[in-house]
């Protein structure tokens, strides 16, 4: 068994709650922190892949802040 | 005092090394975890932000599933 499950979110609906509050939201329904949850776990995994791609680029095995910060740019833009 | 801090981050790391194992990584720095963290949290305010837009629209004050759905087409392709 692998310890990564690829059908579970791994971000939880408490954070999500958090961020609407902070965007000014008085009520959030557990479906649409659940949904914000998963896209930005999609876009995270989207981030990630580009931040592996630049680090391996850099001849690195390891992710590093620059890598992401590069990534975000790049998914970001299109 | 506020109950929501704007400083500090929701999302911990640990869910964002996780989403780098997923997209394949070995190794990830705390700094880049971090980062990670910071983007999605930025990224998540502004289809919270957007998403509330449209419930009010809607004439609701609860953020609903379908409000997230709209608004993350609309940020990702900003």
């Known amino acids: 068994m692998n310890k990564v499950n690829k059908n579970e979110l791994e971000i939880s609906t408490a954070p999500m709650h958090r961020l609407c509050e902070k965007a000014g939201a008085e009520r959030v329904s ?3 922190a659940k949904e914000l ?3 930005l776990e ?9 931040a ?8 690195r095995i390891t ?6 910060e ?9």
Do not use: C, N, P, S
Not at 52 to 57: Q, R, V
Not at 63 to 68: L, P, T
């Open 30 to 32: 557990e479906a649409a």
């Open 37 to 39: 949850a998963k896209v």
């Open 42 to 50: 999609e876009i995270g995994v989207k981030i990630a892949k580009e």
């Open 52 to 59: 592996l791609d630049y680090a391996t680029y850099a001849g």
């Open 63 to 68: 992710i590093k802040a620059e890598d992401i």
């Open 70 to 78: 590069i990534a975000t740019r790049k998914v970001m833009e299109k």
